[in-house]
Protein backbone atom coordinates (compact mmCIF):
# COMPACT_ATOMS: atom_id res chain seq x y z
CA UNK A 1 0.00 0.00 0.00
CA UNK A 2 1.43 3.04 -0.82
CA UNK A 3 0.06 5.46 1.97
CA UNK A 4 1.91 8.67 0.49
CA UNK A 5 0.57 8.00 -2.97
CA UNK A 6 -3.13 8.40 -1.18
CA UNK A 7 -2.21 11.20 0.98
CA UNK A 8 -1.19 13.30 -2.29
CA UNK A 9 -4.49 12.30 -4.06
CA UNK A 10 -6.65 13.33 -1.10
CA UNK A 11 -5.01 16.74 -0.62
CA UNK A 12 -5.48 17.53 -4.38
CA UNK A 13 -8.86 16.69 -4.49
CA UNK A 14 -9.11 19.03 -1.44
CA UNK A 15 -7.38 21.84 -3.61
CA UNK A 16 -9.08 20.92 -7.14
CA UNK A 17 -12.12 21.84 -4.88
CA UNK A 18 -10.52 25.19 -3.36
CA UNK A 19 -11.03 23.35 -0.19
CA UNK A 20 -7.38 23.27 0.45
CA UNK A 21 -6.47 25.52 3.82
CA UNK A 22 -3.11 27.13 3.88
CA UNK A 23 -2.19 29.31 6.97
CA UNK A 24 -0.55 32.50 7.40
CA UNK A 25 2.82 32.70 8.74
CA UNK A 26 2.05 35.60 11.29
CA UNK A 27 3.63 37.36 14.13
CA UNK A 28 1.68 39.24 16.42
CA UNK A 29 3.33 42.69 17.49
CA UNK A 30 2.67 43.26 21.50
CA UNK A 31 0.76 46.15 21.84
CA UNK A 32 -0.02 46.91 18.26
CA UNK A 33 -3.11 44.66 17.74
CA UNK A 34 -4.60 44.25 15.40
CA UNK A 35 -1.10 44.45 13.47
CA UNK A 36 0.92 41.83 12.95
CA UNK A 37 4.36 41.26 10.46
CA UNK A 38 3.02 38.40 7.77
CA UNK A 39 6.51 35.91 7.01
CA UNK A 40 6.61 34.79 3.21
CA UNK A 41 9.06 33.89 0.72
CA UNK A 42 9.99 37.49 -0.23
CA UNK A 43 10.37 38.43 3.06
CA UNK A 44 8.11 39.98 5.77
CA UNK A 45 5.38 42.96 5.88
CA UNK A 46 3.08 45.03 8.12
CA UNK A 47 -0.95 43.32 7.71
CA UNK A 48 -4.21 44.36 9.89
CA UNK A 49 -5.49 40.97 11.30
CA UNK A 50 -9.45 40.76 10.63
CA UNK A 51 -10.51 37.38 11.45
CA UNK A 52 -8.54 36.75 15.35
CA UNK A 53 -10.84 35.01 17.93
CA UNK A 54 -9.54 37.14 20.71
CA UNK A 55 -12.34 39.30 20.49
CA UNK A 56 -11.44 41.59 22.78
CA UNK A 57 -7.60 42.13 22.48
CA UNK A 58 -6.90 40.71 26.32
CA UNK A 59 -4.36 38.72 24.83
CA UNK A 60 -2.56 42.09 24.77
CA UNK A 61 -3.68 43.39 28.02
CA UNK A 62 -1.18 44.53 30.36
CA UNK A 63 -2.58 42.90 33.16
CA UNK A 64 -3.11 39.37 31.81
CA UNK A 65 0.73 40.13 30.22
CA UNK A 66 2.17 40.75 33.74
CA UNK A 67 0.40 37.82 35.55
CA UNK A 68 1.94 35.17 33.12
CA UNK A 69 5.61 36.67 33.30
CA UNK A 70 4.91 36.99 37.33
CA UNK A 71 3.94 33.36 37.19
CA UNK A 72 6.93 32.03 34.97
CA UNK A 73 9.11 33.84 37.19
CA UNK A 74 7.62 32.27 39.89
CA UNK A 75 7.16 28.66 39.27
CA UNK A 76 8.61 28.51 36.18
CA UNK A 77 6.82 27.03 32.59
CA UNK A 78 5.72 23.56 32.89
CA UNK A 79 2.46 22.16 34.91
CA UNK A 80 4.54 18.92 35.98
CA UNK A 81 2.05 16.70 34.61
CA UNK A 82 -1.73 15.53 34.25
CA UNK A 83 -4.31 16.66 37.18
CA UNK A 84 -4.09 13.41 38.57
CA UNK A 85 -0.24 13.15 38.78
CA UNK A 86 1.63 16.23 39.67
CA UNK A 87 -0.46 18.93 37.20
CA UNK A 88 -2.90 20.28 39.68
CA UNK A 89 -1.57 24.10 40.92
CA UNK A 90 -2.92 27.22 42.84
CA UNK A 91 -3.23 28.72 39.66
CA UNK A 92 -5.41 26.14 38.82
CA UNK A 93 -7.84 26.10 41.86
CA UNK A 94 -7.94 29.92 42.01
CA UNK A 95 -8.92 29.62 37.96
CA UNK A 96 -11.51 27.28 38.83
CA UNK A 97 -13.44 28.98 41.90
CA UNK A 98 -13.05 32.29 39.64
CA UNK A 99 -15.02 30.29 36.68
CA UNK A 100 -17.44 29.01 39.29
CA UNK A 101 -18.39 32.52 40.63
CA UNK A 102 -18.53 34.41 37.08
CA UNK A 103 -21.36 31.63 36.39
CA UNK A 104 -22.85 31.41 39.40
CA UNK A 105 -22.05 27.44 39.60
CA UNK A 106 -20.87 25.55 42.64
CA UNK A 107 -18.09 24.41 40.41
CA UNK A 108 -15.95 24.22 36.96
CA UNK A 109 -13.24 21.95 35.48
CA UNK A 110 -10.75 23.20 33.49
CA UNK A 111 -9.32 21.58 30.26
CA UNK A 112 -6.80 22.07 28.06
CA UNK A 113 -9.33 23.56 25.00
CA UNK A 114 -13.53 24.13 24.78
CA UNK A 115 -12.98 21.37 21.86
CA UNK A 116 -11.78 19.06 24.62
CA UNK A 117 -13.87 20.05 27.22
CA UNK A 118 -17.01 19.18 24.80
CA UNK A 119 -15.75 16.20 24.10
CA UNK A 120 -14.84 14.51 27.14
CA UNK A 121 -17.86 16.35 29.32
CA UNK A 122 -20.67 14.87 26.69
CA UNK A 123 -19.28 11.66 25.82
CA UNK A 124 -18.59 10.70 29.49
CA UNK A 125 -22.00 12.03 30.92
CA UNK A 126 -23.83 9.77 28.40
CA UNK A 127 -22.10 6.54 29.24
CA UNK A 128 -22.68 7.77 33.24
CA UNK A 129 -26.36 7.84 32.78
CA UNK A 130 -27.36 4.85 30.48
CA UNK A 131 -30.41 5.31 28.24
CA UNK A 132 -29.81 9.12 28.08
CA UNK A 133 -31.24 10.44 24.80
CA UNK A 134 -29.35 13.51 23.56
CA UNK A 135 -31.17 16.72 21.72
CA UNK A 136 -28.57 18.46 19.11
CA UNK A 137 -29.23 21.78 17.65
CA UNK A 138 -27.96 21.02 13.96
CA UNK A 139 -25.47 23.78 13.83
CA UNK A 140 -23.35 22.34 17.00
CA UNK A 141 -19.93 22.97 16.95
CA UNK A 142 -17.82 19.63 15.63
CA UNK A 143 -16.71 19.09 19.20
CA UNK A 144 -20.12 18.72 20.78
CA UNK A 145 -21.08 16.62 17.55
CA UNK A 146 -18.02 14.64 18.19
CA UNK A 147 -18.70 14.19 21.91
CA UNK A 148 -21.89 12.72 21.51
CA UNK A 149 -20.59 10.61 18.98
CA UNK A 150 -18.64 9.28 21.30
CA UNK A 151 -21.12 8.58 23.96
CA UNK A 152 -23.05 6.14 22.03
CA UNK A 153 -26.21 6.83 22.98
CA UNK A 154 -29.36 7.63 21.51
CA UNK A 155 -29.54 11.01 19.77
CA UNK A 156 -32.15 13.56 18.28
CA UNK A 157 -31.10 16.56 16.23
CA UNK A 158 -33.52 19.52 15.84
CA UNK A 159 -33.78 22.06 13.25
CA UNK A 160 -31.44 25.10 14.26
CA UNK A 161 -32.89 27.31 17.06
CA UNK A 162 -36.48 25.55 16.38
CA UNK A 163 -37.78 25.86 19.96
CA UNK A 164 -40.89 23.77 17.77
CA UNK A 165 -39.21 21.10 16.67
CA UNK A 166 -37.30 20.43 19.74
CA UNK A 167 -40.36 20.09 22.13
CA UNK A 168 -42.11 17.76 19.45
CA UNK A 169 -38.68 15.62 19.56
CA UNK A 170 -39.06 15.48 23.61
CA UNK A 171 -42.91 14.63 23.57
CA UNK A 172 -41.46 11.18 21.71
CA UNK A 173 -39.64 10.24 25.02
CA UNK A 174 -41.37 9.47 28.37
CA UNK A 175 -40.82 12.03 31.02
CA UNK A 176 -38.63 9.85 32.85
CA UNK A 177 -36.54 8.95 30.39
CA UNK A 178 -33.20 10.84 30.81
CA UNK A 179 -32.60 13.43 28.34
CA UNK A 180 -29.58 15.86 27.61
CA UNK A 181 -30.55 19.50 25.45
CA UNK A 182 -27.17 20.63 24.00
CA UNK A 183 -26.66 23.92 22.83
CA UNK A 184 -24.94 27.21 21.62
CA UNK A 185 -25.40 30.58 22.82
CA UNK A 186 -23.73 32.50 19.93
CA UNK A 187 -23.21 30.01 16.46
CA UNK A 188 -20.18 31.46 15.72
CA UNK A 189 -20.34 31.44 11.23
CA UNK A 190 -23.75 32.61 11.66
CA UNK A 191 -23.86 34.59 14.31
CA UNK A 192 -27.22 33.41 15.41
CA UNK A 193 -28.84 33.41 19.16
CA UNK A 194 -30.47 31.11 20.79
CA UNK A 195 -33.33 31.67 22.45
CA UNK A 196 -32.06 30.06 26.20
CA UNK A 197 -34.94 30.66 27.93
CA UNK A 198 -37.22 29.05 25.99
CA UNK A 199 -34.73 26.29 26.09
CA UNK A 200 -34.80 26.34 29.37
CA UNK A 201 -38.72 25.91 29.66
CA UNK A 202 -38.80 22.69 27.62
CA UNK A 203 -36.13 21.38 29.95
CA UNK A 204 -37.78 22.17 32.84
CA UNK A 205 -41.12 20.75 31.29
CA UNK A 206 -39.71 17.34 29.85
CA UNK A 207 -37.07 17.23 32.71
CA UNK A 208 -33.88 17.11 30.49
CA UNK A 209 -30.69 18.86 31.49
CA UNK A 210 -29.60 21.75 29.37
CA UNK A 211 -25.77 21.84 28.62
CA UNK A 212 -24.90 24.99 26.98
CA UNK A 213 -21.96 26.25 25.04
CA UNK A 214 -20.75 29.96 25.87
CA UNK A 215 -17.50 29.45 24.11
CA UNK A 216 -18.10 32.40 21.52
CA UNK A 217 -19.73 34.67 24.43
CA UNK A 218 -18.00 34.41 27.74
CA UNK A 219 -16.43 37.65 28.08
CA UNK A 220 -18.36 39.29 25.50
CA UNK A 221 -21.44 39.46 27.02
CA UNK A 222 -23.48 40.69 30.40
CA UNK A 223 -23.06 42.52 33.52
CA UNK A 224 -19.61 40.43 34.58
CA UNK A 225 -18.87 38.75 30.74
CA UNK A 226 -20.98 35.26 32.27
CA UNK A 227 -22.12 35.39 28.67
CA UNK A 228 -25.80 35.56 27.04
CA UNK A 229 -27.16 33.64 29.76
CA UNK A 230 -25.91 36.05 31.95
CA UNK A 231 -26.88 39.27 29.77
CA UNK A 232 -30.83 36.90 29.55
CA UNK A 233 -30.89 36.74 33.35
CA UNK A 234 -31.18 33.26 33.18
CA UNK A 235 -27.66 31.85 33.82
CA UNK A 236 -29.08 29.84 37.00
CA UNK A 237 -31.44 27.57 35.17
CA UNK A 238 -28.85 26.65 32.92
CA UNK A 239 -27.29 22.95 34.30
CA UNK A 240 -23.65 22.92 32.56
CA UNK A 241 -22.07 25.67 30.79
CA UNK A 242 -18.95 25.39 28.64
CA UNK A 243 -16.98 28.12 27.83
CA UNK A 244 -13.15 28.94 26.49
CA UNK A 245 -10.33 31.12 27.67
CA UNK A 246 -9.32 31.72 24.42
CA UNK A 247 -11.59 33.90 22.78
CA UNK A 248 -13.32 36.72 24.65
CA UNK A 249 -10.16 35.98 27.45
CA UNK A 250 -7.44 36.07 24.83
CA UNK A 251 -5.46 33.43 26.71
CA UNK A 252 -6.16 29.71 26.54
CA UNK A 253 -7.65 26.33 27.79
CA UNK A 254 -11.46 25.43 28.40
CA UNK A 255 -13.80 24.82 30.99
CA UNK A 256 -17.40 23.45 32.45
CA UNK A 257 -19.19 24.74 35.34
CA UNK A 258 -21.91 23.78 36.91
CA UNK A 259 -23.03 21.17 40.20
CA UNK A 260 -19.89 20.26 42.24
CA UNK A 261 -21.28 16.86 41.72
CA UNK A 262 -21.26 17.44 37.67
CA UNK A 263 -18.06 18.71 37.90
CA UNK A 264 -16.90 16.06 40.16
CA UNK A 265 -17.87 13.33 37.85
CA UNK A 266 -16.58 14.16 34.73
CA UNK A 267 -13.21 14.87 36.77
CA UNK A 268 -13.33 11.36 38.11
CA UNK A 269 -14.57 9.50 34.82
CA UNK A 270 -13.62 11.35 31.58
CA UNK A 271 -10.25 10.32 30.01
CA UNK A 272 -10.05 13.44 28.16
CA UNK A 273 -9.21 15.05 31.91
CA UNK A 274 -7.28 12.15 33.01
CA UNK A 275 -5.24 11.80 30.92
CA UNK A 276 -4.26 15.04 29.75
CA UNK A 277 -1.60 17.60 31.02
CA UNK A 278 -2.63 19.98 32.69
CA UNK A 279 -2.56 24.11 31.49
CA UNK A 280 0.61 25.74 32.12
CA UNK A 281 0.76 27.79 35.62
CA UNK A 282 1.49 30.80 33.51
CA UNK A 283 -1.68 30.40 31.06
CA UNK A 284 -4.05 29.62 34.30
CA UNK A 285 -2.50 32.90 36.36
CA UNK A 286 -3.05 34.79 32.45
CA UNK A 287 -6.71 33.79 32.34
CA UNK A 288 -7.43 34.68 35.34
CA UNK A 289 -6.09 37.60 35.30
CA UNK A 290 -8.36 38.61 32.37
CA UNK A 291 -11.87 37.01 33.80
CA UNK A 292 -11.16 39.33 36.85
CA UNK A 293 -10.60 42.36 35.02
CA UNK A 294 -13.50 42.06 32.71
CA UNK A 295 -15.87 41.20 35.66
CA UNK A 296 -15.43 44.80 36.47
CA UNK A 297 -14.69 46.43 33.31
CA UNK A 298 -17.37 47.07 30.67
CA UNK A 299 -14.92 49.16 28.82
CA UNK A 300 -13.81 46.40 26.35
CA UNK A 301 -17.57 45.14 25.92
CA UNK A 302 -18.86 48.59 24.75
CA UNK A 303 -15.74 49.64 22.25
CA UNK A 304 -16.42 45.76 21.03
CA UNK A 305 -20.59 46.22 20.49
CA UNK A 306 -19.44 50.04 18.93
CA UNK A 307 -17.04 48.45 16.25
CA UNK A 308 -18.80 45.44 15.51
CA UNK A 309 -22.39 48.00 14.73
CA UNK A 310 -19.98 50.41 12.94
CA UNK A 311 -18.53 47.88 10.40
CA UNK A 312 -21.83 46.22 9.64
CA UNK A 313 -23.06 49.89 9.23
CA UNK A 314 -20.50 50.64 6.43
CA UNK A 315 -20.78 47.23 5.08
CA UNK A 316 -23.90 47.29 4.40
CA UNK A 317 -23.99 51.06 3.11
CA UNK A 318 -21.64 49.17 0.24
CA UNK A 319 -24.23 46.94 -0.88
CA UNK A 320 -21.78 43.83 0.40
CA UNK A 321 -23.32 40.79 1.61
CA UNK A 322 -23.21 40.72 5.45
CA UNK A 323 -25.08 38.22 6.95
CA UNK A 324 -27.56 39.51 9.38
CA UNK A 325 -27.52 38.58 12.84
CA UNK A 326 -27.78 39.95 16.66
CA UNK A 327 -24.33 39.32 17.92
CA UNK A 328 -20.68 40.50 17.32
CA UNK A 329 -20.24 37.91 14.49
CA UNK A 330 -19.90 39.82 11.30
CA UNK A 331 -19.65 37.23 8.16
CA UNK A 332 -19.96 38.04 4.56
CA UNK A 333 -21.05 35.48 2.17
CA UNK A 334 -19.42 34.27 -0.40
CA UNK A 335 -20.76 31.32 -1.69
CA UNK A 336 -18.24 29.67 -3.85
CA UNK A 337 -14.55 28.08 -2.04
CA UNK A 338 -12.51 29.11 -4.96
CA UNK A 339 -13.56 32.16 -4.92
CA UNK A 340 -13.69 33.42 -1.15
CA UNK A 341 -9.70 31.72 -1.35
CA UNK A 342 -9.36 33.71 -4.59
CA UNK A 343 -10.78 36.95 -2.33
CA UNK A 344 -8.73 36.97 0.62
CA UNK A 345 -5.92 36.04 -1.27
CA UNK A 346 -6.20 39.21 -3.03
CA UNK A 347 -6.83 41.21 0.23
CA UNK A 348 -3.93 39.68 1.54
CA UNK A 349 -1.35 40.25 -1.18
CA UNK A 350 -2.99 43.70 -2.31
CA UNK A 351 -4.04 45.42 0.88
CA UNK A 352 -2.40 43.64 4.23
CA UNK A 353 -5.45 42.50 5.43
CA UNK A 354 -5.35 39.70 6.50
CA UNK A 355 -8.92 36.85 6.58
CA UNK A 356 -9.00 33.19 6.35
CA UNK A 357 -11.74 31.91 4.08
CA UNK A 358 -14.25 29.50 5.70
CA UNK A 359 -15.53 26.81 3.80
CA UNK A 360 -16.78 23.46 4.15
CA UNK A 361 -16.58 21.50 6.65
CA UNK A 362 -16.92 24.44 9.09
CA UNK A 363 -19.58 25.82 7.04
CA UNK A 364 -22.07 23.72 4.49
CA UNK A 365 -20.89 23.82 0.74
CA UNK A 366 -22.09 26.75 -1.15
CA UNK A 367 -22.16 29.14 1.86
CA UNK A 368 -18.39 29.55 2.26
CA UNK A 369 -17.72 33.35 3.69
CA UNK A 370 -15.29 35.70 5.23
CA UNK A 371 -15.94 35.98 8.66
CA UNK A 372 -14.82 39.33 9.68
CA UNK A 373 -13.92 39.63 13.44
CA UNK A 374 -14.09 43.89 14.49
CA UNK A 375 -11.69 44.16 17.31
CA UNK A 376 -11.92 46.65 20.21
CA UNK A 377 -8.80 48.05 18.73
CA UNK A 378 -9.49 48.23 14.71
CA UNK A 379 -9.17 51.98 13.98
CA UNK A 380 -11.72 53.58 12.01
CA UNK A 381 -8.94 54.25 9.03
CA UNK A 382 -8.40 50.47 9.43
CA UNK A 383 -11.75 49.71 8.86
CA UNK A 384 -12.26 52.36 6.41
CA UNK A 385 -8.78 50.58 4.17
CA UNK A 386 -11.04 46.74 4.89
CA UNK A 387 -14.24 48.77 3.25
CA UNK A 388 -12.54 50.14 0.56
CA UNK A 389 -10.59 46.86 -0.20
CA UNK A 390 -14.00 44.68 -0.22
CA UNK A 391 -16.04 47.25 -2.23
CA UNK A 392 -13.27 47.09 -5.39
CA UNK A 393 -13.05 43.43 -5.36
CA UNK A 394 -16.85 43.12 -4.93
CA UNK A 395 -16.87 45.45 -8.44
CA UNK A 396 -15.63 42.15 -10.28
CA UNK A 397 -17.21 39.62 -7.92
CA UNK A 398 -17.72 36.06 -9.58
CA UNK A 399 -21.13 35.66 -7.99
CA UNK A 400 -22.46 38.39 -9.98
CA UNK A 401 -20.29 38.14 -13.28
CA UNK A 402 -18.53 34.94 -13.48
CA UNK A 403 -14.87 35.95 -12.89
CA UNK A 404 -13.28 34.80 -10.05
CA UNK A 405 -10.82 32.65 -12.41
CA UNK A 406 -9.19 35.69 -13.52
CA UNK A 407 -9.21 37.05 -10.21
CA UNK A 408 -7.46 34.25 -8.88
CA UNK A 409 -4.72 34.39 -11.47
CA UNK A 410 -4.21 37.83 -10.83
Same mark, same amino acid.
Given at each position: MNFEHLFQQRLAALQREGRYRVFADLKRRRGAFPVADHFAANGSREVTVWCSNDYLGMGQHPKVIAAM?????????? !??????ISGTTHYHVELEQELADLHGKEAALLFTSAYVANDATLSTLV??????? =??????????????? /????????? %? /??NDVADLEAKLKRYPKGTPKII? %??? =?? !?????? #????????? #???????????? =?????????????????????? /?????????????? =????????? /????? #???? %???? %?????????AIAAGALASIRHLKTSSVERGRHQERVRTLKRSLKAKGLPVMDNPSHIVPVMVGCPIHCKAVTDTLLRQYGIYVQPINYPTVAKGTERMRLTPSPAHSDEQMTTLIHALEGLWAACAVQNGTYAKLAAE
Amino acid at each position: MNFEHLFQQRLAALQREGRYRVFADLKRRRGAFPVADHFAANGSREVTVWCSNDYLGMGQHPKVIAAMHEAIDTVGAG !SGGTRNISGTTHYHVELEQELADLHGKEAALLFTSAYVANDATLSTLVKLVPGTV =VFSDERNHASMIEGI /RRGNGEKQI %F /RHNDVADLEAKLKRYPKGTPKIIV %FES =VY !SMDGHI #APIAAICDL #AEKYGALTYLDE =VHAVGLYGPRGGGIAERDGVMD /RVDIINGTLAKGFG =VMGGYIAGS /RDLCD #AIRS %FASG %FIFTTSLAPAIAAGALASIRHLKTSSVERGRHQERVRTLKRSLKAKGLPVMDNPSHIVPVMVGCPIHCKAVTDTLLRQYGIYVQPINYPTVAKGTERMRLTPSPAHSDEQMTTLIHALEGLWAACAVQNGTYAKLAAE
